[in-house]
T-cell receptor, first 116, second 113 residues
Framework: GAGVSQSPRYKVAKRGQDVALRCDPI?????LFWYQQALGQGPEFLTY????????KSGLPSDRFFAERPEGSVSTLKIQRTQQEDSAVYLC??????????????FGPGTRLTVL | GDSVTQMEGPVTLSEEAFLTINCTYT??????LFWYVQYPGEGLQLLLK?????DKGSNKGFEATYRKETTSFHLEKGSVQVSDSAVYFCALRTLQGAQKLVFGQGTRLTINP
């Protein structure tokens, strides 16, 4: 079956521009995570959704970062007024509900954002 | 908070060499532990996992044992191949809340023929 997909795969933005990154999770996966991976580093948690509810946004680095999942499926991560330090790969992952014992997170290919 | 520390890279080995990549963690309780692999140009893939102390995860010839005494989850393979060249990430899944993954910084492995 289809895995997690993300678009665009690459995005170049000028400093100060707004960007929107899309994630299509695996069908039936109610849990959705966003991670940020800086160059040469491991991914770091940004935010978590269960269906349409954003239950944890403790990892969002500033109020310029906003995520939504209005219908409990596709999610969008929006970054306003991008800064150079926002340059990173943004990863989306989805999983079965947390109550399932085998709730492995499946990752998408990521969106590489470069802010000039 | 919870954290993962893994052996710094890059690591370069010859084909058929023995591989160890060290990983230690700090956490409240006993979280599930994972190794993820990122091949060039591809996304993160789960390599193996262990959910409780003394469990051994294994896949594709790789193994790791959950050691609570030393809070470690070292990755090993007896004979590496060129196709194992990738970046390897150790991670734990937190027990509370979102059960997010906390990753180490990654270890780049290059296998020469």
């Amino acid at each position: 079956g289809a895995g997690v997909s993300q678009s665009p795969r690459y995005k170049v933005a000028k400093r100060g521009q707004d960007v929107a990154l899309r994630c299509d999770p695996i069908s039936g996966h109610v849990s959705l995570f966003w991670y940020q991976q800086a160059l040469g580093q491991g991914p770091e948690f940004l935010t978590y959704f269960q269906n349409e509810a954003q239950l944890d946004k403790s990892g969002l680095p500033s109020d310029r970062f906003f995520a939504e999942r209005p219908e409990g499926s596709v999610s969008t991560l929006k970054i306003q007024r991008t800064q150079q330090e926002d340059s990173a790969v943004y990863l989306c992952a989805s999983s079965l509900p947390l109550r399932f014992r085998d709730n492995e997170q499946f990752f998408g290919p990521g969106t590489r954002l470069t802010v000039l | 908070g919870d954290s993962v520390t893994q052996m710094e890279g890059p690591v370069t080995l010859s084909e058929e060499a023995f591989l160890t990549i060290n990983c230690t963690y700090t956490a409240t309780g006993y979280p599930s532990l994972f190794w993820y692999v990122q091949y060039p140009g591809e996304g993160l893939q789960l390599l193996l996992k262990a959910t409780k102390a003394d469990d051994k995860g294994s896949n594709k010839g790789f193994e790791a044992t959950y050691r609570k005494e030393t809070t470690s989850f070292h990755l090993e393979k007896g004979s590496v191949q060129v196709s194992d060249s990738a970046v390897y990430f150790c991670a734990l899944r937190t027990l509370q809340g979102a059960q997010k993954l906390v990753f180490g910084q990654g270890t780049r492995l290059t296998i020469n023929p």
